[in-house]
């Protein structure tokens, strides 16, 4: 019956597609902010995601995202065709004497992915909010 609930109603809506976008806005909140923890550790290089690229790449693929597995042993994580989103680590220059993060470029990412993340899950409530509607008829 979930199944059927899923195909006939959910994904119809796009809630996957909410699901996945929301998923990699995380991940890059969270590649950001380690950048910017990590803006002062002598070597460390900053990691990012090819957003557009990988958002593309989960709406090819069906299941979604897949955890990033550190470890042969760890569990996976998802059933995307696609894999987990390829991380982007700047071997560039030091950019401020110590290591390649640029504070001011994470702190504009981090900002900016905030409002993204904060958009699509206003836009994932209202979508829920019509079906509610719908099914109960209510206003």
């Known amino acids: ?9 959910l994904d119809k809506v796009g809630v996957p597609k909410f ?3 929301l998923n990699l806005t ?3 909140h969270k590649l950001t902010a380690g950048n910017v923890a990590n803006v002062l550790t002598p070597g460390y290089e900053a990691k990012s995601i090819d957003f557009q690229k990988e958002f593309q790449r989960s709406k090819d693929a069906s299941g979604g995202l ?9 569990i996976p994580l998802g059933m995307s065709k696609g894999g987990s989103p390829k991380i982007i680590v700047d071997k560039s220059v030091k950019t401020n004497g110590i290591n ?9 990412e ?13 836009m994932l ?15």
């Not at 019956?1 to 109603?9: A, P, R, V, W």
């Not at 955890?67 to 042993?73: F, H, I, L, P, Q």
């Not at 409530?125 to 206003?139: C, E, H, P, W, Y």
Request: net charge positive.
């Open 66 to 74: 897949v955890g990033v597995t550190t470890n042969s042993r760890h």
């Open 1 to 9: 019956m979930s199944n059927m609930i899923q195909s006939f109603i």
């Open 125 to 139: 409530k209202n979508k829920f909010s019509g079906l509610r509607q719908a099914i109960t008829g209510q206003k």
């Open 100 to 108: 390649s993060v640029n504070i001011d470029k994470e702190m504009t």
């Open 19 to 21: 699901r996945n976008y």
């Open 110 to 122: 981090m900002a900016t992915n905030q409002i993204s993340y904060t958009v699509a899950a206003r």
């Open 26 to 28: 995380s991940l890059r």
